[in-house]
T-cell receptor
Framework: DTGVSQNPRHKITKRGQNVTFRCDPI?????LYWYRQTLGQGPEFLTY????????KSRLLSDRFSAERPKGSFSTLEIQRTEQGDSAMYLC????????????FGNGTRLTVT | GENVEQHPSTLSVQEGDSAVIKCTYSDSASNYFPWYKQELGKRPQLIIDIRSNVGEKKDQRIAVTLNKTAKHFSLHITETQPEDSAVYFCAASVGSSNTGKLIFGQGTTLQVKP
């Protein structure tokens, strides 16, 4: 399966700790997106990259969140000083080309902050 | 800001009946409208999409209709089967810049009773 890969699948951390998640998109996809999904809600946009450039970041995103895509391939999402409200599923998606096209989602990283 | 409203939040039908899920969007520049199916614990997967230059699209038992004037679109599933049971999300592209960013509805939990 050459789909979008995310690691880890689950992360449990204590409040105040830092966490980092990784996303490997489909190899020929130059766009990469991070979304957050809480129980009973649709995915909420966090940020997106075109190649290595971060082109948009949600206004709702705290300064504790940072994302990188240094070589235009995999991406990392870091949350510093985690809070219980950060508990959610973090989904990564990629898409192949210019314009609007389907997003291909990974299985997500489920974060639980205790 | 951009918003997508989805109704109903839950839908229960008998196997073989039809199911209809409706969404409205706020951004008049939206031009791409995908629908995703998410089974419990799994990634959202694209089931059908429609672009603003068409009013209807069909793929076997699934169809989507779009009314750009009213800014609403609907998913129709005919001859429902138990394996159609899942959470369905509508989404709309944002703005006219074709970034690929999507805003999602809140989801509809569909239960198909055998």
């Amino acid at each position: 399966d050459t789909g979008v890969s995310q690691n880890p699948r689950h992360k449990i951390t204590k409040r105040g700790q830092n966490v980092t998640f990784r996303c490997d998109p489909i190899s020929e996809h130059n766009r990469l997106y991070w979304y957050r999904q809480t129980l009973g809600q649709g995915p909420e946009f966090l940020t997106y990259f075109q190649n290595e450039a971060q082109l948009e970041k949600s206004r709702l995103l705290s300064d504790r969140f940072s994302a990188e895509r240094p070589k235009g391939s995999f991406s990392t999402l870091e949350i510093q000083r985690t809070e219980q409200g950060d508990s959610a599923m973090y989904l990564c998606a990629s898409s192949p080309r210019q314009g609007n096209s389907p997003l291909h989602f990974g299985n997500g990283t489920r974060l639980t902050v205790t | 800001g951009e918003n997508v409203e989805q109704h109903p939040s839950t839908l229960s039908v008998q196997e073989g009946d039809s199911a209809v899920i409706k969404c409205t969007y706020s951004d008049s520049a939206s031009n791409y409208f995908p629908w995703y199916k998410q089974e419990l614990g799994k990634r959202p997967q694209l089931i059908i999409d429609i672009r603003s230059n068409v009013g209807e699209k069909k793929d076997q038992r699934i169809a989507v209709t779009l009314n750009k004037t009213a800014k609403h679109f609907s998913l129709h599933i005919t001859e429902t089967q138990p394996e159609d049971s899942a959470v369905y999300f509508c989404a709309a592209s944002v703005g006219s810049s074709n970034t690929g960013k999507l805003i999602f509805g809140q989801g509809t939990t569909l239960q198909v009773k055998p």
